[in-house]
């Protein structure tokens, strides 16, 4: 889990660990000789006082090659240092790629709350606005906007 370049691949692999293939365990392999090669990569945290959160976030509309469900992924960093990384299937099936990217910033946002409420337990303030960075503005746009439209009303419900 302290391996972000692998995370995604470490997922699918994951589906397929009660009935395993020889494609599965083929792809397991190269993830392992991928690891052997490159020993030297590992997490690093920055010693700057400088207290600022920042997200990113993305989805793929319809990707996942078994079921077509979106994909959701986001990273968070404090300061310099990625503290939170996720790839994850959208529980339900998306209807367009803004409707995917809106679930991708949920998630995000959703994360971003848990971290905040982290670090106050931890007595750490957050002074500075976080920022969340996207790829769509569409859903942006939607998110901004108080007005519901028929278009999405039934992304609100389920959200």
């Keep these: 889990m ?5 995370s995604y691949a470490v997922q699918i692999l994951g589906q397929f660990m009660h009935a395993p293939k020889q494609s599965h365990m083929d792809t397991a392999l190269k993830v392992i000789k991928y690891l052997k090669g490159c020993p ?6 920055s010693q700057d006082k400088n207290l600022i959160i920042m997200a990113y976030y993305d989805s793929d509309w319809g990707t996942c090659p078994m079921i077509r469900k979106s994909l959701t992924g986001f990273c968070v960093k404090l300061r310099d240092s990625l503290i939170s990384w996720k790839t994850k299937k959208q529980s339900t099936v998306s209807l367009s790629s803004v409707e995917a990217e809106y679930r991708a910033m949920t998630k995000t946002t959703c994360k971003i709350i848990w971290i905040c409420g982290l670090l106050e337990d931890l007595g750490v303030t ?5 920022g969340l960075y996207y790829g769509n503005k569409a859903a942006k746009n939607i998110s901004i906007n108080p007005v519901v439209h028929e278009r999405t009303k039934h992304i609100e419900i389920d959200l």
């Design 2 to 6: 302290t391996r972000s370049d692998i």
């Design 126 to 130: 957050i002074s500075e606005p976080i």
């Design 40 to 45: 030297g990569l590992w997490l690093l945290f």
